[in-house]
């Protein structure tokens, strides 16, 4: 999984698959999901995410992996 942001368009991409997106739909206004060919979800677009969301700090929590808290 990754998370990228943009800031010049202020948004947040979070890339769960490394699947090639074939279709989108906007769940709610500005989050738009992608979906694979066998409608796995692949990825979360985030528009205006510094509004929706709080980017200053990300906490990873009972992840099968290494746990840390990261701050901006």
Do not use: W
């Amino acid at each position: 999984m990754k998370l990228n942001y943009y800031p010049e368009t202020d948004s947040l991409y979070i890339d769960l698959a490394e699947r090639t997106s074939i279709e989108s739909k906007e769940v709610s206004q500005g989050v738009v999901l992608d979906y694979d060919s066998d409608g796995n979800i692949v990825g979360i677009d985030i528009d205006n995410a510094s509004r929706k969301l709080d980017l200053k700090k990300l906490i990873l929590s009972k992840l099968p992996t290494e746990t840390q808290t990261l701050s901006a």
